[in-house]
């Protein structure tokens, strides 16, 4: 079925093989753990909610003087009703206070590394 779909899936259209699921893969991004967070509350039923997932995460590409193969990554979900972009930009100022975020101001680079 995950090969050729089913249920209204196309599947994902290559032929699974043993020795591509017995490698070790690096994680490529926090996403995951954020859909996990995400599926456990809507399968256990909606209540105001936060999650955030700081972790070390890797990327498959050539290394040079500007980017290295891995960095860390900071995600969050925030989860009630009646959310606005003012509590988003709020919990962003909240995060550089503390210095979890890299920027002078919502929206502008710092230049200082």
Known sequence: MHETGGHGSI??????????????????HTTAVSARCLH????????????F????????????????AEF??????ICDVGLTLGDLIGVLYQARSIHWFPYDRVGAVNADP
């Open 11 to 28: 599947g994902h259209q290559y032929a699974w093989k043993r020795e591509e699921a017995d490698k070790n893969i690096l994680r490529t």
């Open 72 to 77: 860390h990554q900071v995600e969050g979900v």
């Open 53 to 68: 997932s700081i972790d070390r995460v890797f990327r498959n590409e050539a290394v040079d003087r500007t980017h290295l």
């Open 40 to 51: 456990k509350l809507a399968r256990d039923g909606f209540k105001p909610a936060k999650y």
